[in-house]
């Protein structure tokens, strides 16, 4: 057993040599088998590095290119002059600026509301046993199974019957119950991480039910919230889809809308168009980068948004 | 809820036997989440009520209402009148299924599902197993690599590959033309709708290998390497120690990822979508896309929400599947 600790600590995957260890030559050997193991894998992983990176690679390097080299026949692989006219020029789009802040009132609202709703669900299904609570985990599944382009259509003629196109509160609202079901999920994982001694014990010292919730379970769940307020916000600044069919006025458009509208019908402002596919995806890259850890495993046991 | 009760009821018996194991989410220490106080039974369902009536209002109202209204006929009159459309019966469905169109539908976004899951899978799959193999500071530069694939909106990422295959100033045209003897030099990839499917999978594929890999890479890590020896002193060569050791033990994960896979390329809209300018071609269409052309753009709400529910069906039993083995896992208790 010592010896097969020793191997798992040494990075190679291949550790046989460590199982012989009186043969003087056995290193060597290992040795020598593993170098050309490593090169082979080395090389898959570069190629797989390069496939992977290249697009982002040329969304950030057109986004700086000027437009001169963006329209030439013969596109230069690596940097060569870096301009932000492409940024000026995306940014002085009519109905950049309230784009913009259509999207941060859209997902701010439903994600907050979506906490609020998602916590105390979660606390609910996480705490309590009571008749009913597995069907209401499985609904949650179930949800979030279902085609978002199959429930486009009733959603749009329920908003329309409703007043709500046209309306932030109608996307607002879809927005809010898209995450929602995965936001439980998650924040459910916490609360039954949480000890139920803990808040009983604060029940015995006098807290009523509510202080305990409020001074012992919330602040241990915050990171849980934070982390699922996160994924929400991410989901709801990609949609564009149900924005798209919603919103009819231009000034109503969330940023996505604007970035799909920006092919006319004179051709495509590619340099225009990958600035403003950066300015989109910075905010994005950035929280995804905070909960990167949790996403695989969050993804796997029961969240499905992706 | 019989089960979920029992169990709740007997924490330490039969019904959960290892419970040291350890899994990462398992119930809280100290005699479980059972007693459900007497004081308020109420409460749990004052808590979960703003949420099912949330949930019910945006998921489970629409889709009776699919099913309403594919029995209906509703169009541009209906929506703005408000008045109820007129009952149909199956007209909407045998209009539907008596369309050839609908079947190359079908078929085309079958087809498309299969190669872009079995791609994606043996891409990722192979590209979790090198990650073992590699040198960390490669290893690093790959997920750095993939973090940031991953982090890409759908929509930026549908952008990147519209320039990078545009007919005249792409990157792939001038690259491809600086090979001798080959000249993309305008070439448009979307005349072809074989060469157009083609850059969208390649989208589609590019946007999941990176939740594909990091997620295998953590189940290979819990490969036991005693096993991977020992199977390897007694002769194993390695597709032998990959078949009867390492794959066993991701298999779980491997399949959750594969059904995952599964419904979201089943369900593919807006890689096409926006790759076509908000108009694909009737040669681009998936069953995601002719339906909601159908709604949106011949107004005929009611055939839209038909074929709505025809792919529900269709992907039920997948869901069903997922469902399962979700519940196998545990993580619904």
Redesign the interface.
């Known amino acids: 057993m010592s010896t097969?600790t020793t191997?798992?600590t040494s990075?190679?995957?291949?550790?046989?040599g460590a199982?012989t260890p009186p043969k003087k030559p056995a290193p060597r050997r290992y040795r020598a088998e593993r170098r050309p193991?490593?090169i082979g894998?080395?090389i898959?992983?570069?190629v797989?590095?390069v496939?992977?990176?290249f697009?982002?690679y040329?969304?950030v390097l057109?986004a700086f290119r000027p437009n001169s080299e963006?329209?030439?026949?013969?596109?230069s692989?690596f940097p060569t002059s870096i301009t932000f006219d492409n940024f000026v020029r995306a940014t002085e789009t009519r109905f950049f600026w309230t784009a913009i802040q259509s999207s941060l009132i859209i997902c701010v609202t439903a994600v907050l509301g979506a906490m609020v709703?998602?916590t105390?669900?979660a606390?609910?299904?996480?705490?309590?046993?009571?008749?009913?609570?597995?069907?209401?985990?499985?609904?949650?599944?179930?949800?979030q199974?279902?085609?978002?382009?199959?429930?486009?259509?009733?959603?749009?003629?329920?908003l329309?019957?409703m007043g709500a196109l046209n309306e932030y509160w109608g996307v607002i609202?879809?927005y809010?119950?898209?995450v929602?079901?995965f936001s439980?999920w998650m924040i459910r994982?916490f609360v039954?991480?949480?000890?139920?001694?803990l808040e009983e014990s604060a029940m015995v010292d006098g807290c009523s039910?509510m202080q305990a919730f409020w001074k012992v379970m919330f602040p241990l769940l915050a990171p849980g919230i934070a982390a699922a307020s996160i994924f929400s916000l991410i989901t709801a600044?990609?949609e564009?889809?149900f924005a798209?069919?919603i919103m009819q006025d231009n000034d109503k458009y969330t940023l996505?809308v604007w970035?799909?509208n920006?092919?006319t019908d004179r051709g495509?402002d590619?340099g225009g168009?990958?600035a403003g596919?950066v300015i989109?995806?910075v905010p994005?890259?950035i929280f995804?980068?905070i909960v990167?850890k949790k996403?695989?495993?969050g993804?796997?046991?029961?969240a499905?948004k992706? | 809820?019989t089960?979920?009760?029992t169990e709740?009821a007997a924490p330490p018996a039969d019904s959960e036997p290892p419970p040291p194991t350890g899994r990462k989410?398992?119930?809280?220490?100290?005699?479980g989440?059972?007693?459900?106080r007497t004081g308020?039974?109420l409460?749990?369902?004052l808590?979960?009520g703003?949420?099912?009536v949330?949930?019910a209002?945006?998921?489970?109202?629409?889709?009776v209402?699919?099913v309403i209204?594919s029995f209906q006929d509703?169009g541009r009159r209906e929506?703005w009148t408000?008045d109820s459309p007129p009952w149909v019966g199956f007209e909407q469905f045998s209009t539907i299924l008596g369309d050839s169109h609908f079947w190359s539908v079908t078929f085309k976004t079958v087809l498309f599902m299969v190669v872009c899951v079995s791609l994606t899978m043996s891409l990722g799959l192979l590209?979790a197993m090198?990650?073992?193999?590699?040198?960390?500071w490669?290893?690093l530069?790959?997920t750095?690599?993939?973090?940031?694939?991953?982090?890409?909106?759908?929509?930026?990422?549908t952008?990147?590959?519209?320039?990078?295959s545009?007919s005249?100033?792409?990157?792939i045209n001038?690259?491809l033309s600086r090979i001798p003897g080959l000249d993309f030099?305008g070439h448009n990839w979307f005349l072809n709708p074989w060469q157009g499917f083609t850059i969208i999978g390649a989208v589609v594929i590019?946007g999941a290998?990176?939740?594909v890999v990091?997620?295998l890479y953590?189940a290979l890590t819990q490969v036991p390497?005693?096993l991977e020896?020992a199977a390897?002193?007694d002769g194993a060569n390695s597709w032998g120690v990959f078949h009867h050791v390492v794959f066993p033990v991701i298999k779980p994960?491997f399949q959750?990822?594969a059904t995952?896979s599964v419904?979201?390329d089943?369900?593919i809209?807006?890689q096409v979508?926006?790759m076509r300018?908000?108009k694909p071609e009737p040669e681009y269409e998936l069953l995601?896309i002719y339906?909601?052309q159908k709604?949106?753009t011949s107004s005929s709400?009611s055939q839209?929400?038909a074929i709505?529910?025809i792919?529900?069906l269709l992907?039920s039993g997948v869901?069903a599947y997922?469902?399962r083995q979700?519940l196998k896992?545990g993580?619904?208790e």
Do not use: C, H
Request: aromatic share 14%; glycine share 8%.
């Open positions: 097969t191997a798992r990075e190679g995957a291949d550790t046989e199982q193991n490593r894998f080395n898959f992983g570069l797989a590095f496939v992977m990176a697009p982002v040329w969304l057109s963006i329209r030439s026949y013969d596109q692989l709703l998602g105390i669900a606390f609910a299904i996480g705490r309590f046993n009571f008749v009913g609570r597995k069907a209401f985990m499985m609904v949650l599944i179930v949800v199974v279902l085609p978002p382009t199959a429930m486009l259509i009733p959603i749009y003629v329920q329309n019957s609202v879809v809010l119950v898209s929602l079901p439980i994982g039954i991480n949480v000890p139920k001694e039910r600044w990609n564009y889809l798209y069919v996505n970035l799909m920006f092919t495509t590619y168009l990958m596919s989109v995806a994005v890259v995804f980068m990167q996403m695989a495993a993804l796997t046991s029961g499905v992706g | 809820m089960a979920a009760d709740a989410s398992g119930r809280p220490k100290g005699g989440r059972a007693t459900a308020g039974a409460l749990p369902y808590l979960i703003p949420a099912i949330a949930i209002a945006i998921f489970a109202w629409p889709l209402q699919t209204m509703m929506l408000g590209i090198s990650m073992q193999r590699m040198s960390p490669v290893r530069l790959l750095g690599a993939l973090i940031a694939a991953w982090s890409m909106p759908l929509l930026v990422a952008s990147v590959f519209r320039w990078l545009d005249d100033y792409g990157v001038s690259t030099q590019w290998i990176p939740f990091i997620t953590a390497k005693e020896e390897k002193l994960v959750m990822v995952l419904i979201w089943f369900n809209f807006g979508f926006l300018g908000n995601g339906s909601f709604a949106f709400f839209g929400t709505a529910l792919t529900v992907l869901a997922y469902l979700l896992t993580e619904v």
